[in-house]
Each structure stands twice: as structure tokens, then as C-alpha cells.
């Protein structure tokens, strides 16, 4: 795993550490910001050295981010980023999750793309899956989800 | 002998069918690579809250004790581990079965886990109430202490690199900041209006644990996981129980070695069935035998997973510490019940406790029978595509982070906290020490006001914090685990540096 990878997160959570800092020092009534003063000294510390490590190149803790991962994941993310942040809200719990799942099943089955029953099956398996979440916390846990489009 | 007087309550019909429920869907769950226990219980609290408090905690127990044990199904039948737990299972477990003693394996493994669960039950119900008298003496410098010091044990054990966990357990000691201060009223760090009530527990469980899994799924691609089920011939259990007895030498060193490592805490289930294993194959006049398919080996490892799990509560129905992530997420079960665990739970809440705990030795039981009969349907649903169970779940996150308050700004943080926490992990973070930091945070800031209140109007803050017997005892285990951990990081590295060298 190269250094720039373990410098982006490190230095990224470093950047928080100090943030925290500086809030929790600065911020008023100081009784109120006594107990995250503390965590903050010690959160920056640790960062500190973490972020120091890496850039001296001597961290090797995790298995970091291949390429092929990172294209592995990049559709599924976007998928999940739109379901999470628009999509559920937007078009409504249901109609999301029916639209985000069926997406994730084509792009991530190792069935093949182009045999005409397998798009059938999957069609098949969100309909199924969305009527036990439908039944679920619709029916059994009484959930008021955001309701827009169908249902 | 309170427990006795709430056996009934666990035969009332709801409980009943919920620790069944609970069971059965656990070892499913648990055979299921990738579902890890901890997951499991954070996705099923959404669904606690419409029962009662000890209903709600009977299907988590039983979803816990279940998804250990089931995670052997797919180890023997798949050689893959349903969870760490069951790593040293696929040593021998595996072997059996290609040597067409998958039965033989699976009932072995069953039986192994209910002997080591019904030990460590008995052994929650045994040391619980002597200790939650004993915590009674405990103030809030002890109490302060005890929080960083679940933080710090579990940063420091739980993680490859001791900084890298003890800064993930600082991370989450800050999340548990964020939002309104309980004395001051004054508000901290809210950046963002879906943080004004703070990080909810229980959406942040689900993302910490979840979230990571889904994408861990997403960066495989569309990879056809290719591992065969093994078929299971037919084997008497009777003839396995004989067999069991016939090696109680794996089975008291199984339970033993589990029960112990439970009350440690941070230390899971991975560790309870590797050190079992090593321990009985070094104890085993067949120690050649180990790895080949030997019966000890699967007995072992089995017992002492399922050994861990009761003791791994004490410190949480005790002194209201969990000492792993599991037993945070039932904490946070507990929480949304308005019920805090502690000193006092078995005094107010004397039905909720005893129930739970009684519903977990009844689970064991009810795990051993029904395990052997799910284990095949298990191992097919094990099978399942990894895009459908990555769906499912991320599906399930949604709607469950949802659910604890009708708030789709619980959904972001749920989906923020899961996405920052699997590039974490990618870079030797772990979840567990921020978990425990997110929970104990509120307890460490309320025990460190309280104390200092108390310190400012008597001795001052130093001698309040940092004397007395009990204190410095806290203090000194917290330096020592820090101490040890950072030790064996160094020498596995002198370790690592040699080897290269040799090579």
C-alpha cells in the first residue's frame, strides 16, 4: 500500500483532532467544553503520531485500497450515496429501496446480464424483498416512512 | 437463587416464540459469512421496539448466543467462518466433513457450544449479583476510570495497531459530545441540523457495523464466491454425545478457557476459540491429530465460543460496561427501554434481568436441538449472493436507522458514520474501540462533572481522581493493558522484521 494512502486518512482525522481542538478551546461556557478539552489533547496527540508515521512512511497497519476495489465499489456507493441522501425521501422508502435494490442485484450478480431470465429473478427477489419490508415495519412495527411515488 | 422465581416468564407465548424466532433466524444469520453476531443483534433492535424490555432483550440474547454458534455451520459445510468466532472450527470442523463426518462435525460443534453457553450462563448468574454488590462501593472517580478504561482495553486489545485503536476510541468518546450539554445546556459541535439531538446510539450502531460490511461486499465486484456445501450424512446424536464425553479433556479446557476470556473485556470470541484450540491440542496426548479432521479440535473451539458469551455481560449488567461490541449493541437495546444497567438493575428491574438471562440458558438448549436441524438449510442460505445479501443489508440499515425516531437525519448519520468507518478500517481503525467510546462517553463525562463537583467542594481534583486504593488499581490496569498491547506490537514486529530478513 503506497504512503499517500495511509497520508489521506491520517491527515484527515489529524485535521478533525485539531478542529476539535480548537472548538473545545475556544468555545464558551468552558465548564461545558471541560470533558471533550480532554478527549481533544489526547485525540490530537494520537492523531499526531499516526499522521507523523505515515508521512515518514512507516505505517503499515491495514489493507488500504486497491484500484480494482475502488472500481468495484464506485457503483455501489453512488447507489447507496443517491438511495441514502435523495432517493428515500425523495421517492419514498419503498419506491427507493425497490429501485436501489434491483440496481444493486444487476450490477452486482455474478448471474449473466444477458439472459432475459435472470432479470426475471431479480425482478422477482425485490418484489419479494420489498413486501417483507412493506410488511415489516409497515404492518408489524407500525413505521411511518416518507411516502411519495406509488407507495 | 432469585433467577429461578422468572423462569416462567420466558414460557409466556411472545417470549417463547421470540427466543425461538431468535434462535433459529441467528444461526441462519450466523452461518451467513459477512454477518457478523454484533451486526446481526444492531439490525434486530429496530425491532425490539415494540416489546417489552425483556421480550425485546430476549430475541437480542438469543440472536447473540445463536449467531456464534451458527457461524460453525458454515465453517464445517463451507470452510468459510460465519464470524472470527469461528476460525478455529474450520481448522478440524472442515476436515470432518470432507472426510464425510459432516454430521458427526455439526453435532459435535452443537453440543460443545451448549455445554461451554449453559457454563458461562450459569456463570453470569452466578457472579452477577456478587458483583453488582461489590459495585456498589464504586463512585464517580471509579466509575470515570472504568469508562476509559472499557475504552481503552478494547482500543488497545482489539486493534493491529494499540495508537490506531486508542485514537478510534478518542473518535468516538467525541462523537458521544456532540449535541446539547446536559448541564450547561450549551450546544458542541453541531455542524449539521441532524446532530442537534446528538449521535443516536442505535442508528450509530447500525452504521459502525453495517455499513462497513455492505461495502466490503460492493469492493468484491461481482465475484461468484465458488465455495461448495458439503453434503451431510445422516449420524446419530447420540452417538456424538457419546462422543463428546469420550474427550472431556477439549471440552473443559473449551469452557474453561472461554468463560475466562469472556470477562476480559475486549476480548471476543476469536481469541476464546484460538487460545481453546492451541491450549487442548498442547494438553492432547493426540496432538498430531489436530488439523486433520480430530473431533478435540472442533470441541474445543465450539465450547469456548459459546463460553464467552456470558461472562462477556457481567461487566455490563454489573457496572453498566460493556466489555465488548455485542454487549453494546444489547446495552443500547436496554437504552431504548429506558432501562440502565448498573449496580441497582437487578433491584428495579429484577424481571428484565433474570428473564434475559434465563432466556439465554434456555436458548443454549434450544440451539442445540434446533442448530442440528437448520445447519443444512443454513449452510444453502450461506450461499446466497453476496449482492443480495449486501442489498438486503444496506436495505435493512435504512429502514432500521429510520425507525428509532422517525428521523431521516438519524439515516445520514447512520450512513455517514458506516462510510467513514469502512475507509477507517481499510487503514487498521477498528469499530469496537469507537463503539465503546460513542457508548461510555456520556458516562465518563457525567461520572468525570459529577466527581469533579464533588472534588472542587472537598480534596481538590488531583487527590479526588488519583487516590485511593481503587482508583490507582483502574489507573494502573488502564496503563498495563496499554502497556502489554504496545509490547506485543513491538515484538511481533521485531517478529515480522527477522522473517523478512530471513526470507
Given at each position: 500500500?503506497?504512503?499517500?494512502?495511509?497520508?489521506?486518512?491520517?491527515?484527515?482525522?489529524?485535521?478533525?483532532?485539531?478542529?476539535?481542538?480548537?472548538?473545545?478551546?475556544?468555545?464558551?461556557?468552558?465548564?461545558?467544553?471541560?470533558?471533550?478539552?480532554?478527549?481533544?489533547?489526547?485525540?490530537?496527540a494520537?492523531?499526531?503520531?499516526?499522521?507523523?508515521?505515515?508521512?515518514?512512511?512507516?505505517?503499515?497497519?491495514?489493507?488500504?485500497l486497491?484500484?480494482?476495489?475502488?472500481?468495484?465499489?464506485?457503483?455501489?456507493?453512488?447507489?447507496?450515496?443517491v438511495?441514502?441522501?435523495?432517493?428515500?425521501?425523495?421517492?419514498?422508502?419503498?419506491?427507493?429501496?425497490?429501485?436501489?435494490?434491483?440496481?444493486?442485484?444487476?450490477?452486482?450478480?455474478?448471474?449473466?446480464?444477458?439472459?432475459?431470465?435472470?432479470w426475471?429473478?431479480?425482478?422477482?427477489?425485490?418484489?419479494?424483498?420489498?413486501?417483507?419490508?412493506?410488511?415489516?415495519?409497515?404492518?408489524?412495527?407500525?413505521?411511518?416512512?416518507?411516502?411519495?411515488?406509488?407507495? | 437463587?432469585?433467577?429461578?422465581?422468572?423462569?416462567?416468564d420466558?414460557?409466556?407465548?411472545?417470549?417463547?416464540?421470540?427466543?425461538?424466532?431468535?434462535?433459529?433466524?441467528?444461526?441462519?444469520?450466523?452461518?451467513?459469512?459477512?454477518?457478523?453476531?454484533?451486526?446481526?443483534?444492531?439490525?434486530?433492535?429496530?425491532f425490539?421496539?415494540?416489546?417489552?424490555?425483556?421480550?425485546?432483550?430476549?430475541l437480542?440474547?438469543?440472536?447473540?448466543?445463536?449467531?456464534?454458534?451458527?457461524?460453525?455451520?458454515?465453517?464445517?459445510?463451507?470452510?468459510?467462518?460465519?464470524?472470527?468466532?469461528?476460525?478455529?472450527?474450520?481448522?478440524?470442523?472442515?476436515?470432518?466433513?470432507?472426510?464425510?463426518?459432516?454430521?458427526?462435525?455439526?453435532q459435535?460443534?452443537?453440543?460443545?457450544?451448549?455445554?461451554?453457553?449453559?457454563?458461562?450462563?450459569l456463570?453470569?448468574?452466578?457472579?452477577?449479583?456478587?458483583?453488582?454488590?461489590?459495585?456498589?462501593?464504586?463512585?464517580?472517580?471509579?466509575?470515570?476510570?472504568?469508562a476509559?478504561?472499557?475504552?481503552?482495553?478494547?482500543?488497545?486489545?482489539?486493534?493491529?495497531?494499540?495508537?490506531?485503536?486508542?485514537?478510534?476510541?478518542?473518535?468516538?468518546?467525541?462523537?458521544?459530545?456532540?449535541?446539547?450539554?446536559?448541564?450547561?445546556?450549551?450546544?458542541?459541535?453541531?455542524?449539521?441540523?441532524s446532530?442537534?439531538?446528538?449521535?443516536?446510539?442505535?442508528?450509530?450502531?447500525?452504521?459502525?457495523?453495517?455499513?462497513?460490511?455492505?461495502?466490503?461486499?460492493?469492493?468484491?465486484?461481482?465475484?461468484?464466491?465458488?465455495?461448495?456445501?458439503?453434503?451431510?450424512?445422516?449420524?446419530?446424536?447420540?452417538?456424538?454425545?457419546?462422543?463428546?464425553?469420550?474427550w472431556?479433556?477439549?471440552?473443559?479446557?473449551?469452557?474453561?478457557?472461554?468463560s475466562?476470556i469472556?470477562?476480559?473485556?475486549?476480548?471476543?470470541?476469536?481469541?476464546?476459540?484460538?487460545?481453546?484450540?492451541?491450549?487442548?491440542?498442547?494438553?492432547?496426548?493426540?496432538?498430531?491429530?489436530?488439523?486433520?479432521?480430530?473431533?478435540?479440535?472442533?470441541?474445543?473451539?465450539?465450547?469456548?465460543?459459546?463460553?464467552?458469551?456470558?461472562?462477556?455481560?457481567?461487566?455490563?449488567?454489573?457496572?453498566?460496561?460493556?466489555?465488548?461490541?455485542t454487549?453494546?449493541?444489547?446495552?443500547?437495546?436496554?437504552?431504548?427501554?429506558?432501562?440502565?444497567?448498573?449496580?441497582?438493575?437487578?433491584?428495579?428491574?429484577?424481571?428484565?434481568?433474570?428473564?434475559?438471562?434465563?432466556?439465554?440458558?434456555?436458548?443454549?438448549?434450544?440451539?442445540?436441538?434446533?442448530?442440528?436441524y437448520?445447519?443444512?438449510?443454513?449452510?444453502?442460505?450461506?450461499?446466497?449472493?453476496?449482492?443480495?445479501?449486501?442489498?438486503?443489508?444496506?436495505?435493512?440499515?435504512?429502514?432500521?436507522a429510520?425507525?428509532?425516531?422517525?428521523?431521516?437525519?438519524?439515516?445520514?448519520?447512520?450512513?455517514?458514520?458506516?462510510?467513514?468507518m469502512?475507509?477507517?478500517?481499510?487503514?487498521?481503525?477498528?469499530?469496537?474501540?469507537?463503539?465503546?467510546?460513542?457508548?461510555?462517553?456520556?458516562?465518563?463525562?457525567?461520572?468525570?462533572?459529577?466527581?469533579?463537583?464533588?472534588?472542587?467542594?472537598?480534596?481538590?481534583?488531583?487527590?479526588?481522581?488519583?487516590?485511593?486504593?481503587?482508583?490507582?488499581?483502574?489507573?494502573?490496569?488502564?496503563?498495563?493493558?496499554?502497556?502489554?498491547?504496545?509490547?506485543?506490537?513491538?515484538?511481533?514486529?521485531?517478529?515480522?522484521?527477522?522473517?523478512?530478513?530471513?526470507a
Amino acid at each position: 500500500m503506497s504512503r499517500t494512502q495511509h497520508i489521506i486518512p491520517s491527515g484527515i482525522v489529524f485535521l478533525v483532532g485539531c478542529w476539535v481542538a480548537w472548538i473545545s478551546f475556544t468555545q464558551q461556557p468552558v465548564e461545558a467544553f471541560l470533558f471533550p478539552r480532554m478527549i481533544s489533547m489526547v485525540f490530537v496527540a494520537l492523531a499526531g503520531w499516526t499522521f507523523a508515521k505515515a508521512l515518514l512512511g512507516k505505517s503499515k497497519v491495514g489493507l488500504g485500497l486497491s484500484r480494482t476495489m475502488v472500481i468495484n465499489l464506485a457503483p455501489g456507493l453512488l447507489v447507496m450515496l443517491v438511495y441514502v441522501f435523495w432517493a428515500a425521501k425523495g421517492l419514498g422508502f419503498y419506491t427507493a429501496t425497490a429501485g436501489a435494490f434491483f440496481i444493486l442485484l444487476s450490477l452486482y450478480d455474478p448471474a449473466s446480464h444477458s439472459d432475459i431470465k435472470t432479470w426475471v429473478k431479480r425482478g422477482i427477489i425485490t418484489a419479494v424483498f420489498v413486501a417483507v419490508m412493506y410488511g415489516l415495519f409497515a404492518q408489524l412495527l407500525s413505521v411511518y416512512t416518507p411516502r411519495e411515488v406509488l407507495f | 437463587m432469585e433467577f429461578i422465581y422468572y423462569f416462567g416468564d420466558v414460557f409466556s407465548p411472545l417470549s417463547f416464540m421470540l427466543l425461538l424466532g431468535g434462535t433459529i433466524g441467528g444461526l441462519i444469520l450466523g452461518a451467513t459469512p459477512g454477518l457478523s453476531p454484533t451486526m446481526a443483534v444492531a439490525l434486530l433492535i429496530p425491532f425490539t421496539f415494540q416489546l417489552e424490555a425483556a421480550q425485546g432483550l430476549i430475541l437480542l440474547g438469543a440472536a447473540y448466543t445463536s449467531t456464534v454458534a451458527g457461524g460453525a455451520v458454515s465453517a464445517i459445510l463451507l470452510k468459510i467462518p460465519g464470524a472470527p468466532a469461528n476460525i478455529a472450527t474450520t481448522l478440524d470442523g472442515h476436515t470432518m466433513a470432507k472426510k464425510g463426518q459432516g454430521a458427526k462435525a455439526l453435532q459435535l460443534s452443537f453440543l460443545a457450544s451448549a455445554v461451554g453457553g449453559v457454563f458461562g450462563v450459569l456463570l453470569l448468574i452466578f457472579l452477577t449479583p456478587v458483583l453488582s454488590d461489590w459495585a456498589l462501593a464504586f463512585g464517580p472517580s471509579h466509575l470515570f476510570w472504568l469508562a476509559i478504561l472499557g475504552v481503552t482495553v478494547i482500543g488497545s486489545l482489539d486493534s493491529a495497531s494499540v495508537v490506531k485503536g486508542l485514537l478510534s476510541g478518542c473518535i468516538g468518546l467525541w462523537l458521544a459530545t456532540i449535541g446539547f450539554d446536559d448541564i450547561m445546556g450549551a450546544q458542541r459541535f453541531i455542524f449539521h441540523p441532524s446532530l442537534g439531538g446528538g449521535i443516536n446510539i442505535i442508528a450509530a450502531l447500525i452504521g459502525l457495523f453495517a455499513i462497513p460490511q455492505v461495502l466490503t461486499m460492493f469492493a468484491k465486484g461481482r465475484q461468484v464466491d465458488g465455495a461448495e456445501v458439503i453434503e451431510v450424512q445422516k449420524h446419530s446424536v447420540l452417538a456424538a454425545t457419546r462422543e463428546l464425553i469420550r474427550w472431556p479433556r477439549a471440552l473443559t479446557i473449551g469452557t474453561l478457557t472461554g468463560s475466562i476470556i469472556g470477562l476480559i473485556p475486549g476480548v471476543g470470541g476469536q481469541i476464546a476459540g484460538l487460545v481453546a484450540y492451541d491450549q487442548s491440542k498442547k494438553f492432547s496426548p493426540e496432538k498430531d491429530k489436530f488439523g486433520t479432521g480430530h473431533p478435540e479440535g472442533v470441541i474445543a473451539a465450539e465450547s469456548a465460543n459459546n463460553a464467552m458469551v456470558g461472562p462477556s455481560l457481567v461487566p455490563l449488567l454489573t457496572l453498566s460496561i460493556p466489555g465488548s461490541p455485542t454487549a453494546a449493541v444489547l446495552l443500547g437495546g436496554l437504552l431504548i427501554h429506558g432501562i440502565f444497567p448498573g449496580t441497582d438493575l437487578f433491584d428495579n428491574h429484577p424481571d428484565v434481568a433474570w428473564t434475559f438471562i434465563n432466556s439465554m440458558l434456555i436458548g443454549q438448549v434450544l440451539m442445540c436441538i434446533f442448530g442440528l436441524y437448520v445447519a443444512g438449510l443454513a449452510a444453502r442460505v450461506a450461499q446466497v449472493p453476496q449482492s443480495v445479501m449486501a442489498a438486503v443489508v444496506l436495505s435493512l440499515s435504512v429502514f432500521g436507522a429510520y425507525s428509532v425516531q422517525s428521523s431521516m437525519g438519524d439515516v445520514y448519520v447512520m450512513a455517514c458514520l458506516g462510510l467513514g468507518m469502512f475507509f477507517l478500517e481499510r487503514f487498521g481503525f477498528s469499530a469496537a474501540p469507537l463503539v465503546l467510546g460513542l457508548i461510555l462517553g456520556p458516562i465518563a463525562e457525567a461520572n468525570f462533572t459529577q466527581g469533579s463537583m464533588i472534588a472542587n467542594a472537598t480534596v481538590g481534583q488531583a487527590s479526588y481522581f488519583f487516590s485511593g486504593p481503587l482508583n490507582l488499581f483502574l489507573i494502573f490496569v488502564v496503563i498495563a493493558s496499554i502497556a502489554y498491547s504496545v509490547w506485543m506490537e513491538l515484538r511481533s514486529r521485531r517478529t515480522t522484521t527477522k522473517e523478512e530478513a530471513l526470507a
